[in-house]
């Protein structure tokens, strides 16, 4: 016998996500459309009309460049790429960068000035902090089943469900950057009767930089972490073909394909490392 009877909390949330669901189904569908369509554009419609050449040399040189003028990332880049494009990957591997940058963008765009919310108001910090931890340990696989709800299935869904369990790292990072920006700038900056908002933009942020960029640095992996996952739901991009090779029992297939994510996920660290390092030699 139960002394309290069983919850219903599936029903709750399935009633809340079909209340959602039809209530804001426009918006949904807005979005599923228009911004579904922008994603292919950029994808296909601008990234796979440069010549691949093009792309590898460019990539190059901006890893040279980066990097302080060493080699060893540039031969790695330029070699990584030519060897996905050897692989006849490069439609794939154009799909994954696409679904990365858009939602590392969205992560840091929604990310940062939740942080700074989070720096400036301890309230605010308190609600955020026991969200933020929900968000980082749902198992990733959970954020399909309201991805798939709320736009069914292709690569707004995957940007969906990337933006939702990659943007903790940007929040976290973007609070603990300024709460550690020493009190005598802050004293000094008020000394000088600057605003709140001079404050923030010409002191607390620029000090922050450098804590805020490895805070994007982990966002953009864990959207890249995404990428097979949400592959699942249709999204397009290398994590489609490691699926395939999955299901196929086609070992080659999908190993060539993780080693793709291999490579890209190494050059975009590597790219936003330099950057962050080249900031903060700067600052």
């Known amino acids: 016998m ?16 079909e209340w959602i669901t039809d209530t804001f189904g426009f ?22 009309q440069v010549p691949i050449w093009l792309f590898i040399l460019a990539i190059g040189a ?10 060893g990332l ?4 330029i070699v990584g790429l030519w060897f996905i494009q050897n692989q006849e990957l490069w439609e794939e591997l154009m799909n994954t960068f696409t679904l990365v940058i858009f939602s590392s963008i969205l992560c840091v765009i929604i990310g940062v000035p939740f942080g700074i919310w989070m720096a400036k108001s301890t309230i605010a910090e308190k609600i955020l902090s026991p969200i933020l931890d929900f968000m980082q340990t749902m198992p990733a696989f959970v954020y399909l089943i309201p ?4 736009f069914s299935i292709g690569m707004v869904p995957g940007v969906f469900a990337s ?28 000394a000088f009767g600057t605003t709140g908002v001079q404050k923030l933009f010409k002191v607390q942020l620029p000090m922050a930089q450098k804590t805020i960029m490895a805070g994007i640095n982990q966002t953009v992996m864990l959207a890249l972490s995404m990428v097979v996952i949400a592959s699942m ?4 991009g290398l994590g489609q073909t490691v699926i395939t090779g999955l299901q196929r029992a086609d070992v080659g297939t999908g190993f060539v394909a993780g080693l793709g994510i291999v490579i890209l996920a190494i050059i975009i660290d590597r ?7 080249q900031r903060g030699d700067q600052a």
């Open 233 to 236: 739901i249709g999204a397009k």
């Open 27 to 48: 918006l949904f569908d807005f979005v599923k459309e228009d911004f579904g369509d922008f994603i292919e554009f950029v994808a296909e419609g601008l990234l796979m």
């Open 163 to 190: 933006v939702i369990f990659a943007t903790p790292p940007t929040v976290r990072f973007t609070n603990l950057g300024i709460r550690q920006v020493s009190h005598e700038l802050i004293e000094a900056s008020d």
């Open 74 to 77: 540039t031969l790695f880049s």
């Open 271 to 277: 790219f936003t490392q330099n950057l962050n390092t």
């Open 147 to 150: 991805a798939v709800a709320f």
């Open 2 to 17: 139960e002394l309290i009877p069983k919850l219903p909390v599936a029903d709750w949330i399935s009633a809340g996500t």
């Open 62 to 71: 901006i890893a040279f460049f980066i990097s302080g003028k060493k080699i």
